[in-house]
């Protein structure tokens, strides 16, 4: 049972260094009453959202927790409870931390960019740690107790991905449906109708859009990865029936990815996404190494490369296709002269012709990591994958917080080399929530396949699919259409919560006389409830899709059209999501 120490005490560990990294930050300067007046409002806005909507998940959750009560036992409730309260923390935690270091991050920015540079990844390194060191203590605290007290059943396991998977659909949409729409809603009134700037002080949707950049792509993006990591972990366990390896990959990772974050640091290019790299790079390479010592073969060894590799080369794609001075988005620049229609119509071809490269890597490594060790080298590789989130979700986290940081520069009248510094690290942020999306959907992809595998071995050994069975091809069609049913939602919703939050700009901008002279201050806290409500209102029927599909087929028309309908979701689900991720960022 060493193992299982090893990995609590790598989980303990990414905990203990998000809390020093939290004193450090909280002691850092804030910077002035103007300053401090601004981030405290985003902090308010961004805590009262998640308020809200972990509200709205906690009465599913009793309710879902009680029917596995009932059918599946005491355990597997526990573990659900477990699995989404871990995943909400740790978002909700890592979020309030981020929502504190960007103020210190615009006031660091009086120091230089190596100063900034710092505070932004160190606040976003907390969210990080805490995803990955939640997840990997939430999977090593159920395994003890299963195996302890529950005489090996393995099925709390699941329930536990259930859990954190349940927070993640609503943490992701509904934060994502909130960010957008205040970033659409915010942008439309007052770049285009009223012709001020962005995050200008007198336009009433400024706090809320600063808020929207930290509960998508801050608690968002942890909720996700921290579902992702425990299904791909859970996976690897039912699969190979042993919980050794993927439990010390995590926890070799998470030390990997302690020891990469002293590696972000500013060269002689002053290359800020060059800085963040090295973290990456740092962290993988020591993996790699500690990998090649835990590793019962040589063959499984190379499927843990391969993981790695899915990881780099989805960093390398992504950033050709989202970078502003590739090919792709200089073609977008250049359509963009001759108006807004072939400005949409480049971006529709750059958004299609991006998911090729990853599909083609996604499947070599597919193939790559069977050929090396059957169905669980698939498994190993995506835990490989999924073990570097810490790392990962850092380099993410830290674009909301250089986007507020800029935000509260500009808000405040800060001198224009502070300006400077924040808009060079809000430019990068932009191009890391791209990079770290691309990663999340291929590591989902590989997770997906992992536990395709593991469903087809709990259905029987001798159960096959095949598309000679009318019920196959039924699942398998209806399955492709869910991903295009679920954008389409996803996607009115934004334009609901955007049209929501248009009417209250305008009606401040009508009623409030001294707005734009700037001697009447906005009310930012109606616009901010105003499309809190309208994105937990607008999530409910998109978030019903994932949950309710595939209980609806599996009953309906069994396991089989069951099995169809999660390879269609799968394959449509990797492109549309792709698709999506670098068109938009391009």
């Known amino acids: 049972m060493n193992f299982l120490l090893a990995a609590s005490f790598a989980g303990l560990a990414a905990i203990i260094y998000g809390a020093v990294q939290t004193v450090r930050i909280l002691k850092l300067p804030k910077g002035t009453p103007d300053m401090v007046a601004i981030s405290d409002a985003i902090a308010e806005g961004a805590q009262a959202y998640l308020k809200r909507q972990y509200k709205v998940v906690g009465v599913i959750s009793i309710v879902i927790a009680a029917v596995l009560f009932f059918t599946l036992g005491k355990m597997s409730a526990l573990t659900f409870i477990i699995g989404a309260v871990f995943s909400a923390l740790a978002g909700f935690v890592g979020m309030n931390v981020a929502v504190r270091a960007n103020v210190r991050t615009s006031e660091a920015a009086k120091k230089g960019l190596q100063k900034a540079l710092t505070v932004a990844f160190d606040g976003g390194s907390v969210t990080g740690l805490l995803v990955s060191g939640m997840a990997l203590l939430a999977v090593t605290g159920t395994y003890f107790l299963i195996t302890g007290y529950d005489n090996g059943n393995l099925i709390p396991l699941v329930a536990l991905g259930f859990g954190g998977s349940l927070i993640s659909v609503f943490a992701r949409l509904g934060g994502g449906i909130y960010t957008k729409g205040a970033d659409v809603g915010t ?8 012709g001020i700037p962005e995050d200008d002080p007198r336009n009433p949707g400024v706090i809320a859009d600063l808020v929207g950049d930290n509960v998508g792509d801050d608690a968002g993006m942890a909720a996700d990865l ?14 190979g029936k042993s919980a050794s390896l993927p439990l010390a990959i995590g926890g070799a990772a998470i030390i990997a990815s302690i020891f990469g974050t002293f590696f972000v640091r500013l060269g002689k290019k002053k290359e800020i996404m060059l800085a963040l790299y090295k973290g990456l790079a740092a962290a993988s390479i020591l993996a790699a190494i500690i990998f090649y010592f835990i590793s019962p073969s040589l063959n499984i060894y190379f499927t843990t490369l391969i993981g790695i590799v899915v990881t780099f080369g ?9 970078s502003k001075g590739s090919a792709p988005v200089q073609n977008i620049a250049e359509a963009s002269t001759t108006g807004h229609g072939t400005n949409i119509i480049a971006g529709l071809a750059n958004s299609m012709k991006s998911t090729f490269a990853p599909i083609i890597l996604i499947s070599a490594a597919t193939l790559g990591a069977f050929a090396l060790a059957g169905l669980y080298g698939i498994a190993i590789a995506a835990m490989s994958m999924l073990s570097l989130t810490g790392i990962v979700v850092a380099i993410d986290a830290f674009g909301p917080i250089t986007d507020n940081a800029g935000g509260i520069a500009e808000m405040t009248n800060q001198p224009e080399k502070v300006r400077d510094v924040t808009d060079a690290l809000d430019a990068v942020g932009n191009t890391t929530k791209a990079v770290t999306k691309g990663y999340a959907i291929a590591s989902a992809g590989l997770a997906a396949l992992v536990l395709f595998a593991s469903f087809t071995e709990a259905i029987g050994i001798n159960f096959t699919f095949s598309l000679s069975d009318p019920k196959v091809l039924v699942g398998l069609i209806i399955g492709a259409s869910l991903p295009y049913v679920f954008a389409a939602y996803a996607m009115e919703a934004v334009g609901h919560a955007a049209k929501s939050i248009v009417e209250e700009i305008r009606r401040q901008f009508r009623e409030i006389k001294g707005i734009m002279k700037g001697i009447a201050k906005p009310e930012y806290g109606k616009a901010v409830d105003i499309v809190t409500k309208a994105a937990l209102k607008e999530m409910i029927l998109p978030a019903a899709i994932p949950v309710v599909a595939p209980i609806l087929i599996g009953v309906v028309l069994g396991p089989s059209a069951l099995g169809g309908l999660l390879m269609g979701t799968i394959v449509t689900g990797l492109f549309v999501g792709i698709s999506m991720t670098t068109g938009g960022a391009a």
């Open 187 to 194: 942008d439309m009134v007052g770049k285009v109708e009223a």
């Open 314 to 322: 989805m960093v390398v794609i992504t950033e050709y296709f989202t």
């Open 226 to 239: 921290f579902e992702t990591y425990v299904v791909t972990l859970v996976a690897a366990i039912l699969i």
